[in-house]
Protein backbone atom coordinates (compact mmCIF):
# COMPACT_ATOMS: atom_id res chain seq x y z
CA UNK A 1 0.00 0.00 0.00
CA UNK A 2 1.12 3.05 -1.14
CA UNK A 3 2.11 6.22 1.49
CA UNK A 4 -1.00 8.79 1.39
CA UNK A 5 -0.24 11.56 -0.62
CA UNK A 6 1.42 14.58 1.29
CA UNK A 7 1.36 17.02 -1.62
CA UNK A 8 1.73 20.88 -1.55
CA UNK A 9 -0.16 21.45 -4.54
CA UNK A 10 -3.11 23.18 -4.36
CA UNK A 11 -5.10 20.90 -6.12
CA UNK A 12 -3.89 17.89 -4.18
CA UNK A 13 -3.16 19.74 -0.82
CA UNK A 14 -6.50 20.33 1.55
CA UNK A 15 -6.48 23.95 2.76
CA UNK A 16 -6.97 23.14 6.65
CA UNK A 17 -3.10 21.96 6.56
CA UNK A 18 -2.04 25.06 5.75
CA UNK A 19 0.26 26.73 8.36
CA UNK A 20 -1.06 29.20 10.56
CA UNK A 21 1.48 31.81 9.79
CA UNK A 22 -0.44 31.93 6.18
CA UNK A 23 -3.80 31.25 7.70
CA UNK A 24 -5.12 34.95 6.03
CA UNK A 25 -4.10 33.78 2.94
CA UNK A 26 -4.66 30.33 2.58
CA UNK A 27 -8.33 32.02 3.13
CA UNK A 28 -8.05 34.00 0.30
CA UNK A 29 -7.26 31.10 -1.65
CA UNK A 30 -9.85 29.83 -0.84
CA UNK A 31 -12.80 32.43 -1.25
CA UNK A 32 -11.04 32.36 -5.18
CA UNK A 33 -11.21 28.81 -5.27
CA UNK A 34 -15.27 28.61 -4.08
CA UNK A 35 -16.11 31.39 -6.67
CA UNK A 36 -14.61 29.17 -9.79
CA UNK A 37 -17.90 27.27 -10.41
CA UNK A 38 -19.87 30.29 -10.21
CA UNK A 39 -17.87 32.60 -12.28
CA UNK A 40 -17.61 29.59 -15.07
CA UNK A 41 -21.48 29.04 -15.17
CA UNK A 42 -22.26 33.32 -14.93
CA UNK A 43 -22.01 33.36 -18.78
CA UNK A 44 -19.12 34.67 -21.24
CA UNK A 45 -16.46 36.67 -19.50
CA UNK A 46 -13.53 38.63 -21.58
CA UNK A 47 -11.83 35.92 -23.69
CA UNK A 48 -8.36 35.75 -21.42
CA UNK A 49 -10.15 35.16 -18.52
CA UNK A 50 -12.00 31.67 -20.35
CA UNK A 51 -8.89 30.63 -21.69
CA UNK A 52 -7.31 30.37 -18.38
CA UNK A 53 -10.68 28.93 -16.72
CA UNK A 54 -10.02 26.22 -19.48
CA UNK A 55 -6.49 25.73 -18.20
CA UNK A 56 -7.16 25.33 -14.92
CA UNK A 57 -9.97 22.90 -15.31
CA UNK A 58 -7.66 20.80 -17.80
CA UNK A 59 -4.86 20.55 -15.32
CA UNK A 60 -7.80 19.81 -12.76
CA UNK A 61 -8.77 16.61 -15.15
CA UNK A 62 -4.52 16.06 -15.54
CA UNK A 63 -4.13 15.83 -12.22
CA UNK A 64 -7.22 13.42 -11.56
CA UNK A 65 -6.23 11.41 -14.70
CA UNK A 66 -2.53 10.97 -13.27
CA UNK A 67 -3.00 10.58 -9.65
CA UNK A 68 -5.91 7.36 -10.07
CA UNK A 69 -3.90 6.22 -13.23
CA UNK A 70 -2.89 2.74 -11.31
CA UNK A 71 -5.33 2.34 -8.91
CA UNK A 72 -6.98 -0.53 -10.28
CA UNK A 73 -10.69 -1.25 -9.79
CA UNK A 74 -12.71 0.75 -7.40
CA UNK A 75 -16.11 0.84 -5.94
CA UNK A 76 -17.36 4.56 -5.18
CA UNK A 77 -19.75 5.35 -1.86
CA UNK A 78 -21.69 8.35 -1.98
CA UNK A 79 -23.70 9.72 0.68
CA UNK A 80 -24.38 12.37 2.90
CA UNK A 81 -21.44 13.97 4.87
CA UNK A 82 -23.52 15.11 8.20
CA UNK A 83 -24.09 11.65 9.80
CA UNK A 84 -22.03 11.47 13.23
CA UNK A 85 -20.08 8.03 14.35
CA UNK A 86 -22.81 7.35 16.21
CA UNK A 87 -25.50 7.17 13.70
CA UNK A 88 -26.78 3.74 12.12
CA UNK A 89 -26.22 4.95 8.70
CA UNK A 90 -22.66 5.92 9.64
CA UNK A 91 -22.31 1.97 10.84
CA UNK A 92 -23.63 0.45 7.67
CA UNK A 93 -21.34 2.63 5.45
CA UNK A 94 -18.69 1.25 7.60
CA UNK A 95 -19.70 -2.29 7.04
CA UNK A 96 -20.62 -1.78 3.59
CA UNK A 97 -17.04 -0.32 3.10
CA UNK A 98 -14.84 -2.87 4.89
CA UNK A 99 -17.26 -5.76 2.59
CA UNK A 100 -16.48 -4.30 -0.34
CA UNK A 101 -12.45 -3.45 0.24
CA UNK A 102 -12.70 -7.42 1.01
CA UNK A 103 -13.87 -8.59 -2.92
CA UNK A 104 -10.51 -6.69 -3.85
CA UNK A 105 -12.10 -3.23 -4.66
CA UNK A 106 -10.49 0.41 -3.71
CA UNK A 107 -13.41 2.50 -1.86
CA UNK A 108 -13.69 5.22 -3.19
CA UNK A 109 -15.53 8.46 -1.45
CA UNK A 110 -15.78 12.11 -1.60
CA UNK A 111 -13.35 12.17 0.75
CA UNK A 112 -15.30 14.41 3.50
CA UNK A 113 -16.65 12.97 6.65
CA UNK A 114 -20.16 11.18 7.38
CA UNK A 115 -20.95 8.59 5.18
CA UNK A 116 -17.70 9.15 3.11
CA UNK A 117 -15.82 8.85 6.19
CA UNK A 118 -17.76 5.62 7.25
CA UNK A 119 -16.75 4.09 3.73
CA UNK A 120 -13.41 5.01 3.80
CA UNK A 121 -12.82 4.13 7.13
CA UNK A 122 -14.77 0.24 7.07
CA UNK A 123 -12.07 -0.21 3.48
CA UNK A 124 -9.03 0.33 6.57
CA UNK A 125 -10.27 -1.65 9.09
CA UNK A 126 -9.59 -4.69 6.93
CA UNK A 127 -6.59 -3.46 5.28
CA UNK A 128 -8.48 -2.41 2.24
CA UNK A 129 -7.91 0.85 -0.03
CA UNK A 130 -8.93 3.88 0.66
CA UNK A 131 -9.26 7.21 -1.79
CA UNK A 132 -10.68 10.05 -1.64
CA UNK A 133 -12.27 12.91 -4.05
CA UNK A 134 -12.66 16.01 -2.04
CA UNK A 135 -14.00 19.49 -3.18
CA UNK A 136 -13.56 22.52 -1.89
CA UNK A 137 -16.63 24.34 -0.09
CA UNK A 138 -17.05 27.17 2.14
CA UNK A 139 -18.09 24.07 5.09
CA UNK A 140 -17.14 20.13 5.53
CA UNK A 141 -13.98 20.69 2.78
CA UNK A 142 -11.53 19.04 4.69
CA UNK A 143 -10.84 15.12 3.82
CA UNK A 144 -11.39 12.40 6.44
CA UNK A 145 -8.31 10.54 7.91
CA UNK A 146 -9.16 7.40 6.95
CA UNK A 147 -7.91 7.85 2.76
CA UNK A 148 -4.58 6.55 1.37
CA UNK A 149 -5.21 8.52 -1.59
CA UNK A 150 -6.41 12.06 -1.86
CA UNK A 151 -7.14 14.79 -4.63
CA UNK A 152 -9.16 17.80 -3.97
CA UNK A 153 -10.95 19.81 -6.86
CA UNK A 154 -12.32 22.94 -7.26
CA UNK A 155 -14.98 22.20 -9.92
CA UNK A 156 -17.28 19.84 -9.09
CA UNK A 157 -18.02 18.41 -12.81
CA UNK A 158 -14.43 17.10 -12.49
CA UNK A 159 -14.78 15.22 -9.36
CA UNK A 160 -17.95 13.57 -10.88
CA UNK A 161 -15.96 12.42 -13.84
CA UNK A 162 -13.08 10.87 -11.02
CA UNK A 163 -15.83 9.06 -9.61
CA UNK A 164 -17.05 7.71 -12.94
CA UNK A 165 -14.16 7.08 -14.29
CA UNK A 166 -12.30 4.51 -12.06
CA UNK A 167 -15.57 3.17 -10.56
CA UNK A 168 -16.83 -1.06 -10.82
CA UNK A 169 -20.38 -0.03 -9.08
CA UNK A 170 -21.90 2.58 -7.22
CA UNK A 171 -23.60 2.48 -3.84
CA UNK A 172 -25.58 5.04 -2.59
CA UNK A 173 -26.29 5.44 1.30
CA UNK A 174 -28.61 8.00 2.52
CA UNK A 175 -27.77 11.79 1.60
CA UNK A 176 -29.03 14.47 0.38
CA UNK A 177 -28.85 17.34 -3.03
CA UNK A 178 -25.43 16.23 -3.64
CA UNK A 179 -26.00 12.26 -3.07
CA UNK A 180 -29.35 12.33 -4.99
CA UNK A 181 -27.08 13.98 -8.29
CA UNK A 182 -24.38 11.93 -8.06
CA UNK A 183 -26.89 8.62 -8.20
CA UNK A 184 -29.08 9.94 -11.04
CA UNK A 185 -25.69 10.49 -12.76
CA UNK A 186 -24.81 7.71 -12.67
CA UNK A 187 -28.37 5.95 -13.17
CA UNK A 188 -28.23 8.46 -16.66
CA UNK A 189 -24.91 7.19 -18.07
CA UNK A 190 -26.19 3.43 -17.52
CA UNK A 191 -29.66 4.03 -19.03
CA UNK A 192 -27.96 6.47 -22.18
CA UNK A 193 -25.41 3.80 -22.86
CA UNK A 194 -22.79 6.50 -21.76
CA UNK A 195 -20.79 3.62 -19.62
CA UNK A 196 -21.59 -0.13 -18.93
CA UNK A 197 -24.44 -1.25 -16.92
CA UNK A 198 -22.42 -1.12 -13.57
CA UNK A 199 -24.38 -1.92 -10.47
CA UNK A 200 -26.17 0.82 -8.65
CA UNK A 201 -27.13 -0.24 -5.01
CA UNK A 202 -29.47 1.77 -2.64
CA UNK A 203 -28.20 0.97 1.19
CA UNK A 204 -30.60 2.26 3.93
CA UNK A 205 -33.51 0.50 2.89
CA UNK A 206 -36.20 2.68 4.88
CA UNK A 207 -34.52 6.00 3.97
CA UNK A 208 -34.88 5.05 0.39
CA UNK A 209 -37.68 3.24 -0.08
CA UNK A 210 -40.69 6.22 -0.82
CA UNK A 211 -37.85 7.24 -3.61
CA UNK A 212 -38.59 3.85 -5.36
CA UNK A 213 -42.26 4.20 -4.57
CA UNK A 214 -41.88 7.31 -6.84
CA UNK A 215 -39.92 5.90 -9.35
CA UNK A 216 -42.34 3.28 -9.61
CA UNK A 217 -45.41 4.60 -8.98
CA UNK A 218 -44.97 8.11 -10.94
CA UNK A 219 -41.91 8.06 -13.10
CA UNK A 220 -42.71 4.60 -14.50
CA UNK A 221 -46.28 4.99 -14.92
CA UNK A 222 -46.38 8.42 -16.20
CA UNK A 223 -43.78 6.96 -19.07
CA UNK A 224 -40.80 8.68 -18.22
CA UNK A 225 -38.79 5.84 -17.22
CA UNK A 226 -39.27 2.52 -18.63
CA UNK A 227 -39.71 0.03 -15.29
CA UNK A 228 -35.77 -1.36 -16.53
CA UNK A 229 -34.69 1.58 -15.14
CA UNK A 230 -35.66 0.72 -12.04
CA UNK A 231 -35.33 -2.52 -11.81
CA UNK A 232 -31.82 -2.61 -12.76
CA UNK A 233 -31.09 -0.93 -9.47
CA UNK A 234 -30.95 -2.79 -5.92
CA UNK A 235 -32.30 -1.31 -3.10
CA UNK A 236 -31.19 -3.56 -0.02
CA UNK A 237 -29.02 -3.54 3.59
CA UNK A 238 -27.77 -6.96 2.89
CA UNK A 239 -23.99 -7.56 2.55
CA UNK A 240 -24.73 -11.04 0.82
CA UNK A 241 -26.85 -8.97 -1.27
CA UNK A 242 -24.34 -6.17 -1.83
CA UNK A 243 -21.53 -8.76 -2.50
CA UNK A 244 -23.87 -10.57 -5.47
CA UNK A 245 -24.41 -7.40 -7.23
CA UNK A 246 -20.66 -6.58 -6.90
CA UNK A 247 -20.15 -9.77 -8.82
CA UNK A 248 -21.89 -8.40 -11.62
CA UNK A 249 -19.07 -5.81 -12.39
CA UNK A 250 -17.95 -6.14 -15.91
CA UNK A 251 -14.59 -6.33 -16.28
CA UNK A 252 -10.81 -5.49 -14.47
CA UNK A 253 -11.44 -7.53 -10.92
CA UNK A 254 -13.02 -10.86 -12.27
CA UNK A 255 -11.43 -11.09 -15.28
CA UNK A 256 -7.88 -10.45 -14.56
CA UNK A 257 -7.68 -7.28 -16.65
CA UNK A 258 -3.83 -6.11 -16.01
CA UNK A 259 -3.57 -2.62 -14.80
CA UNK A 260 -1.15 -0.24 -16.95
CA UNK A 261 2.29 -0.34 -16.66
CA UNK A 262 4.04 2.85 -15.24
CA UNK A 263 6.77 4.80 -17.21
CA UNK A 264 9.34 5.51 -15.42
CA UNK A 265 10.69 8.29 -17.88
CA UNK A 266 6.60 9.91 -17.34
CA UNK A 267 7.19 10.40 -13.97
CA UNK A 268 5.05 7.85 -12.63
Known amino acids: MEDPIQATDPVSAP ?7 SAGKAA ?77 FN ?15 GAKDVGGRSIGCNIVLPKEQAHNPYIDQVVTFKYFFVRKVMLVKYSQAFVILPGGYGTMDEAFEAATLIQTRK ?20 LRQDMVRAGTIDPADVDRMIITDSMEELREAL ?8 EGKPLPKRRWWLGE
Open 107 to 121: VMTGGGPGIMEAANR
Open 15 to 21: LDNAPTA
Open 247 to 254: MQCPFKVF
Open 28 to 104: KARRVWLEEDRLLLEGPRSRIAELMRVLRILKEFIVGFRRFHFLGPCVTVFGSARFPETHPHYQLARTAGAEIAKMG
Open 195 to 214: IFDFPVVFMGVDYWRPLFDF
